[in-house]
């Protein structure tokens, strides 16, 4: 069935430090997802939702949620019906701020698709397999394309090295970032229409 409008996708910036390198990347997703017109995107930044660090006696999966500030970060992600995350490798593995920021909801992330744009020396491919593996926790479907930013791309484009522009390695990574769309468009309509009939056969029962 078709549905009457685009799936919104949000652009997750997981570092939260001031100097990170995060926004450049995700503002670059942000530029190339707006060039389709089959998926609408919003950046939506941890920074803005000042959560603590996860003090709930449960998942809100069993015990609603007592912190007004993750109350509202999960009404934020309530809105999406997939997501990219933009993430930095800390440690092979991802920032504590995206962990802490995953953890603090999970009926919004439920049965809706995530992408990884990552990266470090080699790609934030560490970190990434750990996000992928967070996900299926999550009960989300992980997209497989996804976009890896590493080693001399890396440097081109990374306050540690030549410190350019994003364009400055779209030949690298452009092709990548296609693919993940494309995944990211399927997995947010079909989850989305199975999510529809979920709601259906409750209202039904
Ligand atoms: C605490 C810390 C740990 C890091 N660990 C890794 C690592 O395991 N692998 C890697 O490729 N880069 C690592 N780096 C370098 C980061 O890739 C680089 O600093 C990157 O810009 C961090 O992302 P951000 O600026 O968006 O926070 C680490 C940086 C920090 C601050």
Sequence with gaps: MAFSSKPKIAIIIGSTRDSRFAEKPANWVLEQGQKRDDLD?????IRDFNLPFFNEVASNAWVPTQDENAVA????????DGYVFV???YNRSIPASLKNALDQAYVEWNKKPGAVV???????????????TIMIELQMAPVRAGVHIG?????????MGANGPISDIEDAIGASASAMFDGLAWWAEATRHGREQDEKQKEAA
């Design 73 to 80: 970060w999960q009404k934020k992600l309530d809105e999406f």
């Design 118 to 132: 990552s990266y470090g020396s080699v790609g934030g491919t560490r970190a990434a397999e750990h996000l992928r």
């Design 87 to 89: 993430t930095s490798e």
């Design 41 to 45: 995107f919003e950046l939506v930044d």
């Design 151 to 159: 080693g001399s791309e890396f440097m081109k484009v990374s306050p």
